[in-house]
């Protein structure tokens, strides 16, 4: 062991003797976004963590090194296969460390009440059983390679309004039933090495100063011996978070954890040192942990690199294609075949879209495109032709691809400054050539910058085809463009507050110019961080946002004449054999920081797709969407996929499944609404007065639809396959009475032409005596894989104490009930083929895992 390693084979208790107060006040925040904090006198390493989920982010968002990005967690939920996330988990660790990283900020495991939520794409399932597995597949598949998780949002971060306020008003029984489950299973079957703590407030108190939650339930009842850190900015006081259990504030430099804050509560006693030590001891242990599992890596040279090998590529693409989940195929217009010409039409086609905002969103090594998954993909003969329709972006497309530095350098050039007292930009400082017009400034600046400064962008912007574009420009800060030295947009002067930027920033300021086709035009955006928007009247302050956002954002495509637009869509779709429909949401509509206002898909999709279909039957929608979005159209059109944001192969693999190369069996992993007034959290999804209302309690999802008999637009468990297939029969046999173990098998039939694979899943209904249970409630699963036609296999399924108990919010325990429990076999929630049921004899209760 060289000494300056020697960090690895220390003991904890002798180095927490030998830290200064201070030292301990150092680790216990973090020097930056990413980074615990190093004390080089005792060697003690910094380790590096980055986002999380869908992909490794690295540590910038201002100059991040380029990742994998793989699909958004709804679509992991639908592939129902903990085997194929247990691979993913561990393609991420080996994501990880290319960025020099050892501890992945995922995954997310919030409930997406509301398929509203922001974050919707971002959490596995309105299903806290199919969350919980997942959950702890990705999680076993992660640490498996050395990496550690760092499980969030706990708890109830379910929507974005007023995150960082509102209180989830819920019952006992919801908490622990619905919102704590799937952080349960992942503790009791995959221990995580970090939980974050979710921004809002549970029981009045906020998550990350809340003792019930992180030692009551966390450390006593789970038994977790792993770190607790806030989410950024996420840490609201000194004394209430460390007595309360949370080891780190994230990010850094602290805003609490400062020797002034800390030496005051200690000579308060509102903090005593026993408990700094137990929370420094937590973090050396973890630090130490993570630094012996990866020793390259935390002494390495902490470079971040790429990764971009044929094999990740068809992981990649694999794992997106079976994440697809057919909902409808009339006439069984796909897998296409037999057709001679294609249309291909929709606001997605040609652009890439690859996984939700806010910090899931990373820079991908590359994307394919609709279009280009397409062309990979027709068989030699086909034609296909193409045309947008509409447009549905919320914010102009970004011009990365069409702009060059004045040097010729793919890209633009950012050039830092600092200003002189009036304000004018004064020496440069520090340039870089950025290959995204997004500039995101949060967890980067370089050296040598005073508190205000500015930044200027440049470039040289060329389109292929000649006519009139518009441009615009989004800004968190203060900004202009001008083309060819001509002021054309002023986002500075007077500035309208938009959901830019976590809320932080203006709507986008647009203008339009006319451009020639391969003649380049001088693009200059000058950038401030001074003067903000300046706070509103009392009742618009902004509460639910991190503060410190500060970024800058050019877009721009050509201009069109929407209802020629149309037109010319319809034109083609009558003239072609089938339409290949590609739309839906996009990271700026669906985000971290807001949540979205409708179900309707924005800009004029719906009306494009009805006039598809009525000028081709034969037509197929693909959904690029992380959750529900309402389909009006829904009877009218031969085809419809939910392709998810599928990451940087949502290309190909969409192809796979449109041409038969992949058989679709991705299923729901949430329930598709016919509108709005049918979620269950209606009407109470925001948060009022300082409180989101759980008014639903414990009939989320299908559970509510199935209370209510309403009938959903497309089942939780739905989804189709190019086979058929036929649950043959069950069997069950009690393990053991205690401790509860039931196994069930279930024999499953390809009765179709065509190898594919299905989803066999168990609904569990619990004797409904004194206590209102839902009707029924997933407690396992099984995917039959590969099925060839004719052939038929047995699939076995056990059943734990989790799958029979309920929260009794009397004695505070988990409780089964002695009776007769239903079971029900099935393809969705609504589609179950087999029945059983079984006896629990005697009622008993549990508390530990
Ligand atoms: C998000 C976290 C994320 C963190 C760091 C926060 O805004 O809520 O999920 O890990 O930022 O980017």
Not at 620 to 634: F, H, K, T
Not at 725 to 736: N, T, Y
Request: glycine share 8%; aromatic share 8%; proline share 6%.
């Amino acid at each position: 062991m060289t000494d300056s390693r020697s960090f690895l084979e220390a003991s904890i208790p002798e180095l927490i003797k030998k830290l200064t107060v201070n030292e301990k006040i150092d680790l216990l925040g973090a020097p930056n976004w990413w980074n615990t904090s190093p004390i080089d006198r005792l060697k003690i390493p910094s380790i590096r963590m980055s986002d999380g989920p869908n992909g490794v982010r690295g540590s910038s968002h201002f100059v991040s090194t380029p990742s994998q990005c793989l699909p958004c967690a709804t679509s992991l939920a639908a592939t129902f296969d903990p085997q194929l996330i247990h691979e993913a988990g561990a393609f991420l660790a080996q994501e990880a460390k290319t960025k020099s990283s050892v501890v992945l900020l995922a995954p997310t495991c919030n409930i997406p009440r509301s398929p509203l939520g922001g974050r919707a794409f971002e959490s596995f399932s309105e299903d806290p059983h199919l969350s919980g597995v997942m959950a702890a597949a990705y999680v076993n598949g992660l640490q498996s390679e050395g990496v550690s998780a760092t499980i969030k949002h706990f708890v109830a971060n379910d929507q974005e309004h007023e995150r960082t306020a509102a209180e989830s008003v819920m019952s006992e029984r919801a908490l622990r039933e619905i919102y704590l489950y799937p952080f349960m299973l992942a503790q009791k079957h995959a221990k995580p090495g970090a939980f974050m703590t979710a921004y809002g407030r549970i029981g009045g108190l906020h998550c990350s100063e809340n003792p019930t939650l992180l030692q009551g339930i966390l450390r006593d009842e789970w038994k977790f011996n792993g770190i607790v850190m806030s989410d950024w900015f996420g840490t609201y006081g000194v004394s209430e978070p460390l007595n309360a259990g949370l080891d780190l504030e994230m990010p850094g430099p602290p805003r609490w954890r400062t020797p002034v804050l800390i030496h005051h509560s200690l000579t308060a006693q509102k903090l005593l040192l026993p408990t700094i030590n137990e929370r420094v001891t937590n973090l050396l242990t973890f630090i130490q942990q993570q630094a012996k599992r990866n020793p390259d890596i935390v002494y390495g040279d902490g470079v971040e690199r790429s990764r971009d090998s044929p094999e990740a590529r068809q992981f990649c693409r694999r794992l997106a294609a079976e994440g697809m989940v057919l909902l409808r195929n009339q006439r069984d217009t796909l897998p296409i075949s037999q057709v001679k010409q294609i249309a291909v039409i929709g606001p997605h086609v040609q652009e890439r879209i690859i996984s939700g905002g806010g910090s899931a969103a990373l820079k991908p090594t590359y994307v394919t495109t609709p279009w280009q998954g397409i062309q990979n993909a027709v068989p030699k003969g086909v034609t296909t032709v193409y045309t947008v329709g509409c447009y549905a972006h919320k914010y102009l497309p970004t011009l990365e691809n069409n702009l060059t530095t004045p040097d010729g350098k793919s890209g633009w050039l950012c050039t830092f400054y600092n200003q002189d007292a009036n304000g004018k930009p004064t020496k440069a400082v520090a340039d870089f050539i950025l290959n995204d017009t997004r500039v995101k400034l949060n967890d980067f600046l370089p050296s040598g910058l005073a508190d205000e400064w500015t930044i200027k962008l440049s470039g040289k912007l060329m389109v292929e085809t000649s006519g009139l574009y518009e441009l615009g420009l989004t800004v968190a800060g203060r900004a202009k463009l001008f083309v060819d030295g001509k002021l054309t947009i002023d986002n500075w002067t007077k500035q309208t507050p938009g959901d830019f930027f976590y809320g932080q920033g203006t709507i986008e300021e647009t203008a339009v110019i006319e451009l020639k086709a391969k003649s380049a035009v001088d693009i200059l955006v000058v950038y401030t961080n001074t003067s903000p928007i300046d706070d509103g009247p009392d009742d618009e302050v902004a509460a639910s946002q991190p503060a410190l956002m500060r970024g800058v954002r050019l877009g721009g495509c050509p201009k069109i004449d929407p209802d020629q637009a149309i037109q010319e869509a319809v034109d083609l779709a009558a003239k072609s054999d089938v339409v290949i429909y590609i739309g839906g949401l996009t990271p700026e509509w669906e985000s971290e920081g807001f949540d979205r206002p409708s179900l309707q898909l924005p800009g004029r999709q719906d009306e494009l797709i009805t006039k598809l279909s009525r000028a081709n039957p034969n037509t197929v929608v693909c959904i690029q969407a992380g959750s529900a979005v309402s389909m009006p159209w829904v009877d009218d059109v031969n085809g419809i996929i939910q392709a998810w944001y599928s990451g940087n192969e949502a290309g190909n693999a969409l192809a796979d499944v449109l041409f038969g190369k992949i058989n679709p069996s991705g299923r729901l992993p949430l329930t598709l609404p016919v509108r709005i007034e049918d979620v269950p959290s209606h009407l109470c999804t925001r948060s009022e007065n300082g409180k989101i209302h759980y008014r639903e309690d414990l009939f989320v999802g299908y559970k509510h639809y199935q209370a209510r008999y309403i009938k959903p637009l497309f089942s939780f468990g739905h989804g189709l396959s190019y086979t058929k297939f036929e649950l043959l029969r069950v069997g069950c046999a009690m393990l053991s009475e205690q401790p509860f173990g039931l196994e069930v098998s279930i024999t499953v039939k390809n009765i179709g032409s065509t190898t594919g694979s299905e989803v066999i899943q168990v609904y569990v209904a619990y004797p409904q005596r004194h206590l209102i249970h839902p009707k029924l409630q997933l407690k396992g699963f099984a995917k039959a894989r590969d099925l060839r036609p004719g052939s038929s296999t047995t699939v076995t399924i056990k059943l734990d104490k989790y799958a029979v108990s309920y929260w009794d919010e009397s004695s505070h325990k988990w409780v089964a009930s002695a009776g007769e429990y239903g079971l029900s076999f099935g393809t969705s929630c609504d589609n179950i083929a087999l029945e059983s049921k079984f006896e629990v004899k005697e009622t008993f209760s549990w508390l530990e895992l």
